[in-house]
């Protein structure tokens, strides 16, 4: 059974930092990208932060490279996002997603979700 995990959410004051992190199982954790993606009320699902199969690869939205950090440990299955200088803007429910694309089928699989609110 597929599973992604997402733990380290939370409330957060401005300029503070938060590590998710993405536990996997249930599937060949190295052969995929992870990525992070998040989804603030009333707003489309966007693509945080991408990170390749063997970790040498990494991808930001410009709203928030400088501040994020993506990274995985393909020997505990894990994948984390460090966030540092928090903005009310990062406010929203944040999502591990896995992707493997092979003879053009594409495997996809999300977490639950981790909810990150960034508020005095």
């Known amino acids: 059974q597929v599973q992604l995990v997402e733990s380290g959410g939370g409330l957060v004051q401005p300029g503070g930092s938060l590590r998710l992190s993405c536990v996997a199982s249930?599937?060949?954790?190295?052969?995929?990208?992870m990525n992070w993606y998040r989804q603030a009320p009333g707003k489309e699902r966007e693509l945080v932060a991408s990170i390749s199969s063997t970790g040498g690869r990494t991808n930001y939205a410009d709203s928030v490279k400088g501040r994020f950090t993506i990274s995985r440990d393909n020997a505990k299955n894990t994948v984390d996002l460090e966030m540092n200088s928090l903005k009310p803007d990062d406010t929203a429910v944040y999502y591990c997603?896995?992707?493997?694309?092979?003879?053009?089928?594409?495997?996809?699989?999300w977490g639950q979700g981790t909810q990150v609110t960034v508020s005095s």
């Open positions: 249930g599937f060949t954790f190295s052969k995929y990208d």
């Open positions: 997603n896995a992707l493997w694309t092979a003879w053009s089928v594409v495997y996809r699989y």
